[in-house]
Structure formats: structure tokens, C-alpha cells
């Protein structure tokens, strides 16, 4: 589900992701919050009993549609051959890489979801389930290191490195979100710089890179 098809017909069987699309099609165009799953279903033209075969409720829509988005980012990642070679810098970076080139394919929804409807902080509890599989997935970029103190550490390393990376995701996030450079190049410096930075303070090398971070940052803010 990585664009939101063109829905609004009537039809005798809908799938999940038709109903999905739907959603994302009629938020992004009319910018309105559906209150109840009636409304949307007769927006939609989608038949109630055909919605409830799939859903339990109008709140699950957007939580699912965020889960999709980041089971389509893996689904590309496993069938790239080469991904399993890559260093976990390299993973971090391809993984947000294809994360938000889907989310440029869905911008007008993702724009209305996390930031026109004035919902503020509130907006994140859509993303709980997309953290969760994150986290997750995150925490197997820490590769298994030789050498018996670095397998000590390794357990620790895991977990803060998939928190830190989450926070880091919500800080790209919200700069992408506010982001008018041409094709988002911008976010794509900042992608780079920041899994850079990441690398860096995990490995406990030179802080060239956070210098470097911090460079960009503020040339951003003037």
C-alpha cells in the first residue's frame, strides 16, 4: 500500500487495503476528520458490514495504515539481495531512505494525519504500532561483534540503539514534514548526517560528524 488508490465505487467485496486507500484518499483530498464509521463508510460508498469485516472500529484506520507503511519498507529491504551485506549504519540509512520515499508517495494524508489537524502530540499515538515494529527491527542492525568484552556490551547496545534511532526518526520526521526543498533533498542531507552522528557516538569514534550534524542544523535555522 504504497500510494492511495483511486476508490469511491461501489463494489460487492472490499479488501482491507482498498478500504485503507479509501481512507487515506478522503482525508488527503478533503481534509476532513471523520468522527464515526458511518460517515466515512457513505463518503467511501463502502458498505458498513463490508468496513466491519475488516475493522473494528473508524480509530484502527490510521494505526494499521502507519503499520503498512513500514511492512512495505520491509518487504522492499528483504527482497534487496545486497541488504543483508550492509554494515547496521548502512541498514539504518537504507531503512529510512525507503521509509520516506513512501511517505513521499503519500504526503497530502501524512501532512493531514500528523500535522493540519491541529492535533499536535496527539497525533502520535497513531504511530504505536509502526514504533513497536521499528524498535524491532531496529535492534537487529547491531551486528555481532567479536571479542568477549564487545559481547558483553552487546545486550545493552541493542536497546539503546533502536531507541535512539526511533528519536532520531521522530526528529527527521518532523523536519520532513515542514521540509520545501526540491524532492525533499534537504531531509535527505539530514538522513545521512544523522545515522552519521548515530554510528559514530555507537562506536565511540571522533565527533566529526556530530560537528558536522550541528553545522547543518543551525545553517537550517537562520
Not at 527482497?79 to 508517495?105: H, M, P, Q, V
Amino acid at each position: 500500500m504504497e500510494t492511495a488508490k483511486k476508490t469511491g465505487r461501489k463494489k460487492q467485496t472490499w479488501t482491507a487495503d482498498e478500504i485503507l486507500a479509501a481512507y487515506m484518499e478522503r482525508v488527503a483530498a478533503e481534509a476532513i476528520p471523520f468522527k464515526t464509521t458511518v460517515q466515512f463508510c457513505q463518503a467511501a460508498q463502502i458498505p458498513e458490514q463490508a468496513f466491519f469485516e475488516h475493522f473494528g472500529s473508524l480509530e484502527d484506520l490510521p494505526h494499521t495504515i502507519w503499520t503498512r507503511f513500514f511492512e512495505n519498507a520491509q518487504s522492499i529491504l528483504s527482497n534487496d539481495a545486497s541488504f543483508a551485506t550492509y554494515s547496521g549504519r548502512d541498514k539504518l540509512l537504507t531503512l529510512y531512505f525507503t521509509l520516506f520515499e513512501i511517505f513521499a508517495l503519500n504526503r497530502g494524508y501524512i501532512l493531514y494525519a500528523l500535522k493540519e489537524n491541529k492535533e499536535g502530540l496527539a497525533n502520535l499515538a497513531q504511530l504505536r504500532g509502526f514504533r513497536k515494529e521499528f524498535v524491532e527491527y531496529v535492534k537487529t542492525f547491531v551486528s555481532e561483534t567479536s571479542g568477549e568484552a564487545q559481547q558483553k556490551w552487546q545486550k545493552y547496545r541493542q536497546p539503546v540503539y533502536a531507541e535512539g534511532a526511533w528519536v532520531q526518526f521522530l526528529f527527521i520526521l518532523k523536519f520532513w514534514l515542514d521540509d520545501r526543498s526540491k524532492g525533499f533533498e534537504k531531509t535527505d542531507i539530514l538522513i545521512e548526517k544523522s545515522v552519521n552522528t548515530a554510528a559514530t557516538l555507537l562506536d565511540t569514534q571522533p565527533l566529526e560528524n556530530l560537528f558536522d550534524l550541528g553545522k547543518f542544523l543551525w545553517k537550517e535555522r537562520r
